[in-house]
């Protein structure tokens, strides 16, 4: 079997770890999966959701690993050594194929190559496993060929479609895969996998792991990118919004929408902060302001570095204005998420932020 241009053998970078004792937290899908391999009839379908940055494709590699291991000893994870592991591990396994959207779509031509490649019997004798980035970004046609697919699979197959919302996808797709939900992982954990595998200082692993919102992978793009850098600028333009003209704040929403004028607007892969990650700051500014406003202890901020100025601003706002940035920041980021146009929503952004903490201050 030849694979071509749309099918790819390599091995996802992102990926941490291809062993399921290393996978930081998702107990449960891992519990499931370890179930399911212990099973007489391995099912051919899952669906992994949750949002980025949290396992779902290390253990996607961790299952295949373990699933065609030639001499695995522990109940779970692969051995390592073998030649499938290490072809595994080397990105080079002939049955290890992974699908990503092409122009920000997955495309009829896509599926079709993958039909054709099922047809033949995996190559090393074990499982193939076929990985579908994004797939909900499937065309109607490519969705429906899918379902085709997904119905009766040749035998050895086994597809995983990733997503971050099952609603997202055809519910006759969703309903033919074995849903394995992804959660947002505990400060604490990306904390520690922080300080040990990064060496990074203890309080900054906490504040980027608090700004993280879960996902480890956010957490180290964030580190080995410029977010440190930069936050500190965001925190001063929320610092002097109250006091800056209606022109001037207009002027601010341009500027901010600007950051993310080169690139996409999920994790950018530049390693470059951008738009979500200056929102997820000043969410984190907004309700840490209201910890301390309703008599929180300083421990639960995540701002600690800040926690002087918070404590000095934090009486001047009243709660309702406080409980309420914090809902428009969180409707300005699904905003963003569904592509809107991203001036128009900074200006919604900031014009809301500034009428709310102006008034209450
Ligand atoms: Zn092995």
Redesign the pocket.
């Known amino acids: 079997m030849k694979i071509s241009g749309h099918l790819s053998l390599k091995a996802d970078v992102s990926v941490l770890t291809v062993k399921f004792s290393d996978i930081v937290g998702q107990q449960t899908a891992k519990k499931f999966l370890s179930q399911v391999m212990a099973s007489a009839k391995i099912p051919h379908a899952y669906l992994f959701t949750g949002i980025p940055g949290v396992g779902k494709t290390s253990t996607a590699m961790a299952f295949a ?1 373990s699933l ?5 000893s522990s109940e779970s994870d ?9 072809q595994l591990l080397g990105g080079n396994h002939p049955d290890f194929i992974t699908i990503r959207p092409e122009d920000q779509t997955i495309k009829i031509e896509q599926i079709k190559e993958l039909n054709r490649s099922l047809g033949f019997a995996p190559m090393s004798g074990g499982y193939r496993v076929c990985v579908i980035h994004q797939a909900d970004t499937m065309s109607e046609e490519a969705a429906n060929s899918f379902l085709k697919t997904l119905e009766e699979p040749p035998p050895g197959n086994i597809l995983i479609l990733k997503v971050m919302e099952p609603l997202d996808l055809l519910p006759t797709i969703v309903s033919r895969c074995q849903k394995v939900p992804f959660r947002p992982l505990a400060i604490a954990d990306i904390a520690q996998w922080l300080v040990n595998n990064k060496g990074i200082e203890k309080d900054t692993a906490l504040l980027l792991a608090g700004i993280s919102e879960g996902s480890l992978g956010r957490a180290i793009k964030m580190w080995e990118g410029d977010f440190l850098e930069k936050r500190r600028a965001w925190i001063n333009r929320m610092e002097t919004l109250p006091d800056l003209s209606k022109a001037d704040a207009l002027n601010m929403a341009l500027e901010c929408a600007e950051e993310d004028r080169k690139k996409g607007i999920d994790i950018p892969s530049s390693g470059e902060a951008g738009m979500v990650d200056m929102l997820s700051v000043w969410t984190n500014w907004f309700r840490d302001l209201l910890v301390l406003r309703v008599g929180g202890p300083t421990d639960l901020l995540v701002n600690t570095d800040f926690s002087e100025s918070l404590q000095n601003i934090a009486e001047s706002y009243n709660i309702k204005a406080l409980i309420e940035s914090v809902l428009l920041m969180n409707q300005v980021r699904a905003d963003i998420r569904r592509m809107r146009n991203p001036i128009l929503v900074m200006e919604h952004a900031i014009m809301g932020l500034r009428g709310l903490v102006t008034l209450s201050s």
Request: positive net charge.
């Open positions: 690993m065609n291991c030639k001499d695995k692969g051995c390592g050594r073998c030649t499938s592991c290490r």
